[in-house]
T-cell receptor, first 113, second 113 residues
């Protein structure tokens, strides 16, 4: 058990809809990362927050947004969903950005139909 | 942006054979991390290398960081069926994007008993 909690585990929704994925980091970790994993793309970095502030951004689509709240949990919002957004979305946390290893949650599997 | 290229993409071995995966970058890396993802699971941190020429061992696993800090390798001696999974290398972009941990495409290891 990594200590990182992601909900929901599975999500099935239709194209055009909006969903919210939630992540609670490991106790004491201030950094939260979001990754997208699809079969042909490996682990794609989306965005990172540190203590409530956005720290680094990857190839995150404009339809996607995220935030980290004062209690350090984070939410990833995906809107105007397309079939190609179907993937496994991982949240990870670490103590400090950069040097610390990432601890991954079990992921949310999103299926867009 | 920074990219880490990982080869091979797939590796099939007989149990007891050795296995090596390589990670290469065109730029100097500040550090390199290795992760393992079991089928259906999430990435799990294995090790971090930071020094030029560094070699670290974990039982049957040997990790190396190149002298120029542009490449790294993971070698497994006498593979076992429990070694099955995808092995990823990852590194930080550095600078203002220090929190952006970029993953290689991964090497999928299959071990035949």
């Amino acid at each position: 058990d990594s200590g990182v909690t992601q909900t929901p585990k599975h999500l099935i929704t239709a194209t055009g809809q909006r969903v919210t994925l939630r992540c609670s980091p490991r106790s004491g970790d201030l950094s939260v990362y979001w990754y997208q994993q699809s079969l042909d793309q490996g682990l794609q970095f989306l965005i990172q927050y540190y203590n409530g502030e956005e720290r680094a951004k990857g190839n995150i689509l404009e339809r996607f947004s995220a935030q980290q709240f004062p209690d350090l949990h984070s939410e990833l919002n995906l809107s105007s969903l397309e079939l190609g957004d179907s993937a496994l979305y991982f949240c990870a946390s670490s103590g400090a950005p950069g040097d610390s290893p990432l601890h991954f949650g079990n992921g949310t599997r999103l299926t867009v139909t | 942006g920074q990219q880490v290229m990982q080869i091979p993409q797939y590796q099939h071995v007989q149990e007891g054979e050795d296995f090596t995966t390589y990670c290469n970058s065109s730029t100097t890396l500040s550090n390199i991390q290795w992760y393992k993802q079991r089928p259906g699971g999430h990435p799990v941190f294995l090790i971090q290398l930071v020094k030029s020429g560094e070699v670290k061992k974990q039982k049957r696993l040997t990790f190396q960081f190149g002298e120029a800090k542009k490449n790294s390798s993971l070698h497994i001696t006498a593979t076992q069926t429990t070694d099955v999974g995808t092995y990823f290398c990852a590194s930080n972009a550095g600078g203002t994007s220090y929190g952006k941990l970029t993953f290689g495409q991964g090497t999928i290891l299959t071990v035949h008993p």
